[in-house]
Nanobody, 120 residues
């Protein structure tokens, strides 16, 4: 009943930029925290950045100063602007969101993931 769809991944050279988007749709009453996680081959999924409904943000130390998370509440969309990309940023990036559904309570939802490859 609620779907998160990511877009914007791809191949970029080291030092380049990408902007990821994640749009939520379905029977949504409101969205609370939204975030981006990533999972590299052979590694555990890790939090990259998160943003509350009020706009407060937090970042993994590895991306501070390079990545910026933002959201458009009117569009139920969260963004991740990634600058100064490094090969170690290569991973599948997933968005997630805490959604109050209609009807129903608050549930955590995940997108299907978008691949980011940083390579020369």
């Amino acid at each position: 009943q609620v779907q998160l769809v990511e877009s914007g991944g791809g191949l970029v050279q080291p030092g380049g930029s990408l902007r990821l988007s994640c749009a939520a749709s379905g029977r949504i009453f409101s969205i609370y925290a939204m975030g981006w996680h990533r999972q590299a081959p052979g590694a555990q999924r890790e939090l990259v950045a998160a943003i509350t409904s009020g706009g407060s943000t937090n970042y993994a130390d590895s991306v501070k100063g390079r990545f910026t998370i933002s959201r458009d509440n009117a569009k139920n969309t969260v963004y991740l602007q990634m600058n100064s990309l490094k090969p170690e940023d290569t991973a599948v990036y997933y968005c997630n969101a805490d959604v109050r559904q209609v009807p129903g309570g608050i549930k955590n939802h995940w997108g299907q993931g978008t691949q980011v490859n940083v390579s020369s």
